[in-house]
């Protein structure tokens, strides 16, 4: 200051040494120095006004900066930060000075986490995008920077975290419906790129995982889609099954020999699958159904020519059925019947088939409902030839002899006992089954024609004659003996005693015929075919039977004509 006011004053002398060599006025050199004096006048006021706008200058960078630094943290969720002078004495620079370090810091901080929001928000928004289906291009994204607190990060990181998983459910999802729709098309012999592609192009196995389509739309379309497969694949199962069926039916019509089957394996191998069960690639493809319904098609018209054969095999399995159950029928006329039918074309193959597969069923009902009857009858006639055979070797008066098989004889001869005494139990429970069966059912159990309750009546018959006869030459042989020892007890010659009687009783299987019918059916004599029965009230009545090829045999001869080696035979 000192330097500048000499200055001043040795230019203020110079000035006067000017004036008074010039000799200017005393009024000038005022008027001049007054003008000296104003003019450092105003310089000194615009150096004072200009550092008042540079103390408020500063004044106010200073407070904005506090107000930025409150503003960050503020942002930043923080109350304080290390590093901010706790004191705001000393110049204004000096306080700028001091905070601004501090600031600095927070600035580049804050740039840090709006990179970080600006990421995690990029994210949300890419995959919120892939959800909903628009384009996953992200646009600007605008980050709040008045609240950067790691709280708001957190819940950015929260969402992100839940679209993620979202996705990645999404993904697992569409990567399930992928793999299905891929198995259903192998077994449908469809293209599946062609089908997949169809729901979103991306669902292409050229493109990557994390670039497959997640959103509502595609799942949907998948979905839709893998439905539509599986009805698809539940009508051509169904479709193949019932050509399945139709196929083993036509082949077992017809005798289709096993090579000839085999050619269609492919398709009967499903016949009883269930709909999860067929994975084999091409399993349900349309050219295979296609080929089945040619095939079915072909033998149904070839069943068509080969209908007469094919009838008359169903015929003998029913006489067959009816033969094995011991029931008489016309097979003859029923043949005749086919061959008028077929012969006249008013009934169609099929109708004809089905009603001779329903008789067929129901004689099949029929033997079951007699097998029980029929298995006692079975052990009824084996009874009475142990009888028949067990008479022959009572009345053998070498049984006891040391000779070859005497032995077997024995053993056979005991268990024959055994079996014989079985007899009249199982004939009454034959007896009570029989007419329960018939009292159920309203009609007659006949056994090759002949009624078995007539049979029954006639064997208790003989068997009851045959009782009475061994009873009376018991006594004969008994008076016999007496006479023998005491002659004078007798008054008058008696008569010479009777010959034992070789009278059997009728067995079921006696004088078997050539068919065996006779055998079975147990002879009655020509005047007793009104032989007694049992009526549905459980009670005797008289019934006119006259079977088929009935042989009438007598009682007397019914003797002669037992064989005890006849076995049952096959048919009637």
Known sequence: MDMKQNTCGSLLQQLQQIWDEVGENDEERDKILLQLDQECLDVYKRKVDLAVKSRAHLLQTLADARVELTNLLSAFGEKTYVGIPEKTSGTIKEQLEAIAPALDKLWKQKDEKIKEFSDVQSQIQKISAEIAGTSVQVENITVDESNLSMKKLDEFHAQLQDLQKEKSDRLHKVLEFVSTVHDLCAVLGMDFFTTVTEVHPSLNDATGVQSKSISNDTLAGLAKTVLALKEDKKQRLQKLQELATQLIDLWNLMDTPPEERSLFDHVTCNISATVDEVTIPGALALDLIEQAEVEV????????????????????????????????????????????????????????????????????????????????????????????????????????????????????????????????????????????????????????????????????????????????????????????????????????????????????????????????????????????????????????????????????????????????????
């Not at 142990?386 to 009572?394: A, R, V």
């Not at 042989?477 to 009777?498: G, I, L, N, Y």
């Open 297 to 572: 098609e072909r033998l149904d018209q070839l069943k068509a020519s080969r209908m007469k054969e094919i009838a008359f095999k169903r015929q003998s399995e029913l006489e067959e059925i009816f033969s094995h159950a011991h029931v008489e029928i016309d097979g003859e006329a029923a043949r005749e019947k086919i061959l008028s039918l077929i012969d006249s074309g008013n009934v169609e193959p099929i109708e004809l088939l089905a009603d001779m597969d329903n008789q067929i069923l129901k004689a099949k009902e029929e033997a079951l409902s007699r097998k029980e009857i029929l298995d006692k009858v079975e052990k009824w006639m084996s009874a009475c030839e142990e009888e028949s055979w067990l008479e022959d070797y009572n009345r053998d008066e070498n049984r006891y002899n040391a000779s070859r098989g005497a032995h077997l004889n024995l053993k056979r001869a005991e268990k024959a006992r055994i079996l014989v005494n079985k007899i009249p139990a199982l004939v009454d429970s034959l007896v009570a089954k029989t007419r329960a069966w018939e009292q159920d059912r309203g009609i007659t159990f006949t056994y090759d024609g002949v009624p078995l309750l007539a049979m029954l009546d006639e064997y208790a018959m003989l068997r009851q004659d045959r009782e009475e006869e061994k009873k009376k030459m018991r006594d004969q042989k008994k008076s016999h003996e007496q006479f023998s020892k005491d002659p004078d007890a007798f008054s008058a010659t008696p008569s010479p005693a009777r010959q034992p009687s070789t009278k059997k009783v009728v067995g079921p299987r006696a004088n078997g015929g050539a068919n065996g019918s006779s055998s079975r059916r147990h002879s009655l004599n020509s005047h007793q075919n009104g032989s007694r029965s049992i009526n549905r009230d459980g009670k005797r009545e008289t019934r006119q039977v006259t079977p088929v090829n009935y042989v009438a045999m007598s009682k007397e001869d019914a003797g002669s004509h037992i064989s005890g080696t006849d076995t049952l035979p096959a048919t009637p």
